[in-house]
């Protein structure tokens, strides 16, 4: 049995490995260097070019216990980071060339890998694609035309989203625009004129993120960054998204001066989203002027705000739930480009991409990790998100369905919430995953 996989980043490799692992003989097709990007210095393969940590080893962190489960279902690359690790605290902070350079050796040295220095531009079967954010035209172009042209974005304004259990409830209120909806589906933040006018002027004060030349972005008036709105006048957000008509404070039975509102982010209720806050401030001073809003003193930040280039899928509207092709299944998607944020998000969908063409060319059904897991709960967000609001996520607490019971100490919870994740992959792993080498 063959598959195709394309793209030689941290996802491609790892859907190679779990491919080749399982018996399939493997084409890895990444085009560096015959074609170049804008962010790669290299033409090795898994070539980190952002931040060189993997983040927290921590189980009572999101991205520790994705680790830890990925760790169970077999990953490559974590190992390899293990083995070019460097100091940097309870993260995973590793020496990029030294990781690169043995994700190289060990992908190129596996019998069942043929790794082939070309650009794909069409969309193959039998495949995964995994090329990430800086897919290329051709490649691009051939995926939009295969989904149709709402399939494929190449911009990301993400705003904020914060934690239901640290926002305090008694200097918000909940409404919906004159009573739309269930008439109390959004969470508002009342501001008088004098606290309307600190947030601008801690908006104008922020320190503004300037990133890599492929994070360019250009700036659609349709979605502007929060500060820049705020740099147009004083009085732009409060025509904005913090316009406060048909939003009375029951406190007062009047429209505030301003309002700042934050929208349900998933069933549960555990994620609210800052509506209309995509930013470029930088994340130390996102905590510091968004942490300044009333009843957001405490906000713990699930994901902050960002505007990048970013080519991703609206996968809840263009693909299955084991992210492939709905006309071709045995076409998977992995990575960035399905709608996830980070290193360890990106290569834990392309382990399970690995594993599902590896079952569905054996005659099998793909599998899902249990919704309890965050590998789990982190496909179900990409697959059952909003498709008319989609935008990539990271992972996090606030995807895991909540316990049944209430423990008020954070940590604690979080422990219980890891243990019930590890515990619930350690039997998927039992149940589907046989390898065979």
């Not at 190129?108 to 039998?126: C, D, F, G």
């Not at 897919?135 to 705003?159: E, P, Q, V």
């Not at 200097?171 to 909806?181: E, N, V």
């Amino acid at each position: 049995m063959k598959a195709t996989v394309v793209g030689g980043g941290l996802a491609g490799c790892e859907a190679a490995w779990a491919l080749a692992e399982r018996g399939i003989r493997v084409t890895l097709h990444e085009m560096r260097p015959e074609r170049k990007t804008p962010a790669h210095q290299t033409d090795r393969l898994a070539e980190i070019v952002c931040s060189n940590t993997f983040k927290s080893l921590d189980h009572t962190n999101a991205h520790g216990l994705l680790k830890a489960e990925l760790r169970l279902l077999g990953s490559l690359l974590l190992p390899v980071a293990d083995g070019a690790r460097i100091p940097g605290g309870t993260a995973l902070t590793v020496d990029r060339e030294v990781f690169s350079g043995e994700v190289t050796a060990r992908v190129e040295a596996h019998p069942n890998i043929l790794v082939r220095r070309e650009e794909i531009r069409t969309v193959p079967s039998s495949a995964i694609i995994a090329t990430g954010p800086l897919t290329s035209d051709a490649l691009a172009h051939a995926i939009r035309d295969r989904l149709g042209m709402d399939g494929l974005a190449f911009y990301d304004a993400i705003a904020p989203i914060v934690s239901d259990e640290s926002l305090d409830y008694d200097r918000l209120f909940r409404a919906s625009r004159y009573g739309k909806g269930d008439g109390d589906d959004f969470l508002n933040v009342p501001l008088t004129p004098e606290q309307y006018g600190a947030f601008v002027e801690a908006l104008l004060g922020a320190d503004q993120h300037v990133g890599h030349a492929f994070d360019d972005a250009p700036y659609f008036e349709g979605c502007l960054p929060v500060e820049e709105m705020a740099r147009r006048g004083r009085e732009t957000l409060r025509f904005g998204p913090l316009k406060p008509v048909g939003l009375p404070d029951p406190s007062t039975g009047r429209e505030p001066y301003a309002v700042v509102q934050l929208r349900r982010e998933d069933r549960a209720g555990q994620m609210w989203n800052l509506v209309g806050f995509q930013t470029r401030i930088r994340i130390p001073d996102q905590k510091r002027v968004f942490r300044s809003l009333p009843g957001l003193e405490a906000a713990e930040f699930y994901r902050f705000g960002s505007i990048h280039r970013n080519t991703y899928l609206n996968s809840p509207a263009a693909l299955t739930a084991h992210l492939a092709l709905p006309d071709d299944p045995q076409t998977l998607f992995a990575g960035q480009l399905v709608g996830v944020e980070g290193y360890t998000e990106s290569l834990g969908t392309g382990l399970l991409a690995g594993i599902n063409l590896a079952r569905l060319l054996r005659g099998e059904q793909p599998v899902i990790p249990p919704r309890e897991t965050m590998l789990g709960a982190l496909m179900d967000y990409v697959h059952h998100a909003d498709p008319r609001r989609f935008q990539p996520m990271n992972a996090n607490f606030g995807l895991l369905p909540p316990l049944g019971q209430t423990i008020r100490d954070k940590r604690r919870k979080r422990e219980a919430l890891a243990e019930r994740a590890l515990a619930a992959m350690q039997r998927f792993v039992h149940d589907i995953v046989e390898v065979t080498v």
